[in-house]
């Protein structure tokens, strides 16, 4: 089974960027629809963007224009550019097939955005 690692995450001013990184043991290829998560304290777990194995995106209301998701099936790796970053961004994020699966929930990287 493929195991998934995010890493890219760190403290950032609001305005900023940062790009994360999702490392999948595997390859990711047969997957259809790859996606990043967030977590802020105290919420529950959003979907914030997804990508088809083909390239098809799609974001969150709160997030469109902002990030971009991508990935590359040959290096089997998921990443997200955040542009834009607002402080409301701050949380742990996560990738996960579409629609989650419980196995495949990684340790996540911690984003925080100061005002």
């Known amino acids: 089974q493929v195991q998934l690692v995010e890493s890219g995450g760190g403290l950032v001013q609001a305005g900023g960027s940062l790009r994360l990184s999702c490392a999948a043991s595997?390859?990711?290829?047969?997957?259809?629809?790859m996606g990043w998560y967030r977590q802020a304290p105290g919420e529950q777990r959003e979907l914030v963007a997804a990508?088809?194995?083909?390239?098809?995106?799609n974001y969150a209301d709160s997030v469109k224009g902002r990030f971009t998701i991508s990935r590359d099936n040959a290096k089997n790796s998921v990443y997200l550019q955040m542009n834009s970053l607002k402080p409301e961004d701050t949380a742990v994020y996560y990738c996960?097939?579409?629609?989650?699966?419980?196995?495949?929930w990684g340790p996540g990287t911690q984003v925080t955005v100061s005002s």
């Open positions: 595997g390859s990711i290829f047969s997957i259809n629809r």
């Open positions: 990508i088809t194995r083909r390239g098809s995106a």
């Open positions: 996960n097939i579409d629609p989650a699966v419980s196995y495949y």
